[in-house]
């Protein structure tokens, strides 16, 4: 079946240390997006990619890089420059293709992965 | 910019009672709406959606919302709750990304809670 795996499911990192976050889809989506969830705070965009070798960034991409080298794959990394690491991790695809709106807007709803919690020691 | 606004960070009801989850919206251009679902540490899944056809949106396990543009709310209902329903709840807009493509803002969630 297809869909979007996010590995590892937990992980715990020491303060000052980088960690990769891996999410692979084989929906054959254009598009992916890493979205951070904090209690209360619903979901945050990190960043997103439309094209390989091409992402934007997100409302909160301070501290976090991301690499868009394959269709499938869009890697997170967390930086020892993101000062609260703590949260759940989210990878999206979108389909990029098919209905669109008035505008030539791409309609498509987003989905997900199971996601992976950070906590910092 | 397009933001969301869900009233009400957690909704209690009695197994059987209707649901009704708050969604107000503001968007500069005729928006997409979107309802999903989150079990606990799980990813999200989709309940439906509003792409400018018809206002009253049917989607999965017997949910439903209508759009109201004059009141820009998305509201989220269901006539009979069941304990499965027990879940955190995000409404979501569409933005207008200048290359085509499009982005989603969540509101913040509205956790419900189904009581025997």
């Known amino acids: 079946d297809g869909g979007i795996t996010q590995s590892p499911k937990y992980l715990f990192r020491k303060e ?4 990769t976050l891996s999410c692979e889809q084989n929906l054959n ?3 992916m997006y890493w979205y951070r969830q904090d209690p209360g705070q619903g979901l945050r965009l990190i960043y997103y990619s439309q094209i390989v070798n091409d992402f934007q960034k997100g409302d909160i991409a301070e501290g976090y890089s991301v690499s868009r080298e394959k269709k499938e ?3 997170l990394t967390v930086t020892s420059a993101q000062k609260n690491p703590t ?3 989210l ?8 209905l669109t709106g008035g505008s030539g807007r791409r309609t498509g709803e987003l ?10 020691l | 910019a397009q933001s969301v606004t869900q009233l009400g960070s957690h909704v209690s009801v009695s197994e059987g009672a209707l649901v009704l989850l708050r969604c107000n919206y503001s968007s500069s251009v005729p928006p997409y709406l979107f309802w999903y679902v989150q079990y606990p540490n799980q990813g999200l899944q989709l309940l439906l959606k509003y792409t400018s056809a018809a206002t009253l949106v049917k989607g999965i396990n017997g949910f439903e919302a209508e759009f109201k543009k004059s009141e820009t709310s998305f509201h989220l209902t269901k006539p009979s709750a069941h304990m499965s329903d027990a879940a955190e709840y995000f409404c979501a807009v569409s933005d207008q ?3 085509g ?3 989603l803002t969540f509101g913040k969630g509205t956790m419900l809670l189904v009581s025997p």
């Open chain 1, 16 to 19: 000052g240390q980088n960690v």
């Open chain 1, 29 to 31: 989506h254009d598009a």
């Open chain 1, 73 to 75: 794959s869009f890697p």
């Open chain 1, 87 to 89: 949260a759940f991790y």
């Open chain 1, 91 to 98: 990878c999206a695809s979108r389909k990029t293709g098919g």
């Open chain 1, 111 to 120: 989905f997900f992965g199971e996601g992976s919690r950070l906590t910092v």
């Open chain 2, 97 to 99: 990304a200048g290359s």
């Open chain 2, 101 to 103: 493509y499009s982005t």
